[in-house]
């Protein structure tokens, strides 16, 4: 268990350590550099900003220090943003993030799984139709119609919510709602498939042989057997969420890390690209280790060895 | 009770009796024959074709054209001229939908033409040659897994600058990773199997195994990511369209219509509603292909 | 007494393609304390026989169309949902095919044990636990306690079997269906099996419905054996009666493909010819007509009636009509060698 722990931690820094190199030279293989877009400075003033920003330093120089500070997790400076470092930005914007995102996921996980079970012990009935229809729409449309149309009809016509900013409690229900919907569709399909699945294996067949009631058939027995697939589906929703949060922060103007990253490429602020995708990558990393500890939990046929299955 | 007199006279044999009962049918008659059956899917088949007819031979038909301005005419009302209204250049909306709608079609099938190459080759390679090498890959794709691919494609795109070629290139590598898993799962449960170890005995070559046995099998799995991944890479490029990373005016996709649309929603809501729920539309048709397909091809139906 | 009887029977399938008469015209019983086998072929529609007396027919497709399934005197067939909850795992218990895929592999096995028992009876864990591994060690599995923590995939295919017979009768069912509990199985897990069940049908006194496509398997643990072939039973009678005076051209035909160590040399393992008939469009007479050797002009037109040869043995043979030809047992085997 702790030898398996240290090499998934191992292969999670090398997997940051690749992540970091790569934006690193994607970065600076980008033709123009940070300033490119503005008016033709005086070459006084070019000089002075690349000594500001290490711009002169041989490039595999200006790499080993990034990678001595990003280890340090100090991202350094912006571009855009006088006198502001790439972690002010993150330490401001990051728990915004979070609160969204991680509403967003609970949100998900409850309607999506709830309706995929009961769109599965309805199967071809009315309340089957209706939750395929609503997951239908939520993965038919994009997030950002979603958002502008909610911040539209729901906060400008109606009232109902704030339609833009941060800070009150209120302001949150309609990103959250956007950024949810997706996902919400995504897991009421999977919990669905999952569920039809696993109702029709053989020991569900042995439960009710069992004489046990329906609840317990579904709760006991089948509801813990059709989360395992869902697992591995977890990642790619963690992901979308963090990035889907891009689009919401920037239509709804919360200063969140997604908003600073869609600026940042509008202006090309590479110090923040750069630290975001860092730090994205970062919490992918970590939740896909979570997620692989989960599924021991759920699934004793996995232990944590070296390697996976049974 | 009283028998006819011949009653118990033996039967001459005359038809075979271990002919099989019902005609045998191979993977593609039924799969086909399954998909014909499922309404969703079929309605989702034709609502396609419909709007590749829209998006292909609509602007035979149509008297504008998706760049040319008309600033006398900008953000009017739907009517009889623009069924639509225009934009706030005063192009009409439902020819510059019809380009948007080639260009988002295009794009959904490109990159995914191009990731199905590459994740088939890299998928068969891992999956057949298996041991050390096969590790190896699947590290690679481990990592490129663990970063979401949005913002890989942000990068590459920032990298490569927006345009409609760099998008098929970003979006045709992005997706080949889950193709390569696909494929590579199949061809280790396939090469278990016991037809081609039957194979194998009968002294098939590798190559002729993988291209004769493994991948035909294989093929139903591919063509149902295939077509669930189509209106991803719709939706992608719309989201780059978003952040101002898709396609570069003049040209124009769906994505970037909605996007631009969002400008002008108060008061001119079908600027975006109109071009999103062509994006709806799609998705709807493809993902009810793609189920289709899945159901069509899943074995597990066959009865 | 009767324990169980099973009156008139038809069960079907709706599919895409029509209605499936897997089982149709089905009366038998069961007495209690005595062990029934059926036997017959794959689809021959055995196991939707017991599915529908355990209610377990998945619907849709499948319904029960017809006919009483009483057990002591109560139909099931009309029973609501929630009363049949009480009659499954207690008064009856079910021993299915596949070991490996019959328990749930996410919960433990003490757990999976131990909700029948808190379920119908209502006792407390620590009880029902005690009573589960009292179970466990009477089907031969040592070290109950810490089996019981265990979960499915930490047991081989035997054991899980074993575990599956244990939890079956839990509840000490009258009723306890096995069907084809040893076909998953390996050769020699397949008699340790049979041991078993034999030494408990001594032990627990319960009536026994074995399923088996093997005849050999029947014969060691039941004293009657029902023969279906096409969803219908074509004869039935006790072990002695079927092994020795079999009447039906189809029994005929299964006991001449069972090997057997005291037959001579010379005597073949003969298949039976042909596949069994399409339950989606059934044939107007015998279901067997098409692959009987004997068949005659009158079994592909109308269906035979069921014979009394003695008060337990019937068959539903035209061959057994006063004006049919004498065909016997044995003489067909001389025939079938030459030919």
Known sequence: MVRYLLGRILAAILVIWLVITLTFFLMHAIPGGPFASDKILLPQVQANINARYHLNDPLFKQYTDYLKNAAHFDFGPTFRYQGRSVNDIIKEGLPRTAAIGSMATILALICGTFLGIIAALRQNKTADYVATFLATIGISVPSFVIATLLQYYVGFKLHLFPPIGWGDPNQLVMPVLALSAYPVAQITRLTRTSMLDVLHQDYIRTAKAKGLPGYIIVFRHALKNAIIPLLTFMGPFFAYILCGNFVIEYIFNIPGIGQYFVTSITNRDYPVIMGTTILVATLMVTFNLLVDIAYTLVDPRIKLTDQKGV | ?303 | ?339
């Open chain 2, 1 to 303: 009770m009283s028998l006819p007199l011949d009653s118990f006279t033996p039967l001459q044999r005359t038809q075979k009796t271990d002919a099989i009962n019902r005609p045998s049918t191979t993977l593609w008659q039924d799969a086909r024959r399954r998909f014909k059956k499922n309404p969703l899917a079929m309605g989702g088949l034709i609502v396609l074709i419909l709007i590749c007819l829209f998006g292909f031979v609509g602007p035979f038909f149509s008297h504008f054209n998706y760049y040319s301005n008309d600033l006398s005419h900008t953000l009017n009302p739907p009517s009889w001229v623009h069924p639509f209204g225009t934009d706030e250049l005063g192009r009409d909306i439902l020819t510059r939908a019809m380009y948007g709608t080639q260009i988002s079609l295009a794009i959904g099938f490109g990159s995914v033409l191009i990731n199905l190459t590459i994740g088939i080759i890299y998928g068969g390679i891992s999956g057949y040659v298996g041991g050390r090498i096969d590790n190896l890959m699947q590290r690679f794709i481990d990592i490129i897994f663990s970063v979401p691919d949005m913002l890989y494609v942000i990068l590459l795109m920032v990298l490569l600058g927006s345009g409609l070629r760099n998008i098929f290139i970003v979006l045709g590598i992005e997706y080949w990773v889950t193709m390569a898993r696909i494929v590579r799962g199949q061809i280790l449960t396939m090469r278990e199997q016991e037809f081609v170890l039957a194979a194998r005995t009968l002294g098939a070559s590798t190559p002729r195994i993988l291209f004769k046995h493994l991948l035909p099998n294989t093929v139903g799995q591919i063509i149902v990511v295939s077509a669930l991944q189509i209106p991803a890479a719709i939706f992608m490029e719309a989201f780059l369209s978003f952040i101002g990373l898709g396609v570069q005016p003049p040209l124009v996709s769906l994505g970037y219509m909605a996007a631009e649309g969002r400008g002008n929603i108060p008061g001119y809501a079908f600027a975006l509603i109109f071009p999103a729920a062509l994006i709806a539309i799609l998705m709807l048709a493809f993902n009810f292909i793609g189920d289709g397909l899945r159901d069509a091809f899943d074995p597990k139906m066959r009865k």
């Open chain 3, 1 to 339: 007494m009767a324990l169980l009887e099973v009156e008139n029977l038809s069960t079907s399938f709706y599919t895409y393609a029509g209605e499936v008469q897997s089982v149709s015209g089905v009366s038998f019983h069961v007495d209690e304390g005595e062990a029934v086998g059926i036997v017959g072929e794959s689809g021959c529609g055995k196991s939707v026989t017991v599915q529908s007396i355990m209610r377990l027919i998945p619907n849709p497709p499948g319904k029960i169309k017809n006919g009483q399934i009483r057990l002591a005197g109560r139909d099931l067939v009309r029973l609501p949902e929630k009363e049949m909850q009480k009659i499954r795992g207690k008064e009856i218990g079910m021993i299915f095919q596949d070991p490996m895929t019959s328990l749930n592999p996410v919960l433990t096995i003490g757990r999976q044990m131990t909700e029948v028992l808190q379920h119908h009876e209502g006792i407390g864990k620590n009880e029902a636990l005690g009573r589960a591994a009292k179970y466990l060690t009477m089907v031969g599995i040592s070290n109950p306690e810490r089996r019981l923590k265990q979960y499915p995939h930490e047991f081989s295919g035997g054991m899980r079997q074993r575990v599956m017979i244990a939890m079956a009768l839990l509840c000490n069912p009258k009723l306890l269906i096995a069907d084809e509990p040893t076909t998953a199985l390996d050769v020699t897990i397949q008699a340790q099996i049979l041991e078993l069940m034999k030494d408990l049908k001594d032990k627990v006194n319960t009536s026994i419905i074995l399923i088996t496509h093997d005849l050999g398997v029947v014969a060691g643990l039941c004293s009657r054996i029902i023969v279906m072939y096409g969803g219908k039973i074509v004869e039935m009678g006790s072990t002695q009666d079927i092994f020795k005076d079999p009447r039906h051209p189809y029994t005929w035909g299964l006991l001449k493909s069972v090997p057997r160590l005291d037959a001579s040399k010379r005597s073949k393992l003969v298949p039976i010819v042909g596949s069994p008939p399409d339950l989606l469009n059934p044939p107007k007479g015998c279901g067997f007509a098409a692959r009987c050797p004997h068949a005659m002009k009158i079994c592909e037109t109308q269906p035979p009636a069921y014979t009394d040869l003695n008060e337990k043995h019937r068959a539903a043979c035209w061959l057994l009509h006063p004006d049919a030809p004498k065909v016997t047992f044995n003489g067909i085997d001389e025939k079938e060698a030459r030919s």
